[in-house]
């Protein structure tokens, strides 16, 4: 909302499918899963893919139970247009074990590289993998994005809002820009916000603030390639 986008969260398998081909991108986080969510989160999917909406899967801590990497497996066979999660998620996907503990990575960015560049060849979608040097690749290209704040881990649901940014972005440009865009949005606000804040109560404020101010000529400073 902060940055102009315009969400709806709805997740009953009974309206999925009439609510999807209407949305201009879906983004599915598997955060609070449960059986009635898991079906509909593949059936948006599904229409998703039929109706040509571009979507983001955020496989949030898939790998702690065997229901949970099969959830994020199945979806991932669906092939999502973007992928965006921590390290330790995106090596678990290629099968490997990674050192995460929940929702919190183990891992480095850094690690996390070929397996993202693997799964963005594998599945022809873009792979995000966020941490304090965010890194994006389509398989072909990649870049890295630099800045934001050590506070940013300390604000829950920060990385689940960045989905559904990412989200919105994916709605209006081409996968890699949007997912790069969208990271660069993150850590410029976040840097911004750290500046002014005194912890993560008055990081939250500020960061709000920075996303909604931020502007286009600033998100250029914090990618390299």
């Not at 929940?102 to 480095?108: L, Q, V």
């Not at 599945?123 to 800045?147: H, I, L, N």
């Not at 890699?176 to 750290?194: I, P, R, S, V």
Request: include cysteine.
């Amino acid at each position: 909302l902060a940055a102009g986008a315009s969400p709806a969260m709805v997740h009953a398998p009974e309206e999925v499918a009439d609510f999807t081909p209407v949305c201009s991108a879906l983004t599915v986080n598997i955060g609070t899963l449960s059986e009635p969510w898991a079906k509909a989160m593949m059936a948006s999917a599904r229409v998703a893919r039929a109706n040509n909406v571009p979507w983001v899967l955020d496989p949030v801590a898939h790998f702690i139970s065997r229901y949970r990497k099969g959830v994020a497996q199945e979806l991932m066979a669906l092939r999502p247009t973007i992928l965006r999660g921590n390290a330790s998620e995106i090596i678990a996907m290629t099968g490997q074990i990674g050192a995460g503990k929940g929702a919190d990575s183990g891992d480095t960015v850094s690690a996390a590289e070929n397996a993202a560049c693997t799964l963005a060849r594998q599945y022809e979608t873009v792979v995000a993998v966020t941490g304090p040097v965010d890194f994006v690749t389509d398989g072909v290209q990649s870049a890295k994005v630099t800045g934001g704040s050590d506070l940013m881990p300390k604000v829950t649901a920060l990385g689940c809002a960045q989905t559904a940014l990412m989200g919105a972005y994916v709605s209006i440009g081409p996968a890699f820009e949007a997912a790069l865009a969208t990271l660069a949005h993150f850590k410029a606000a976040g840097t911004k916000a750290a500046g002014r804040a005194n912890g993560p109560g008055t990081f939250q404020m500020h960061f709000l603030d920075a996303l909604a101010t931020t502007q286009p000529d600033e998100l250029s400073s914090v990618v390299t390639s």
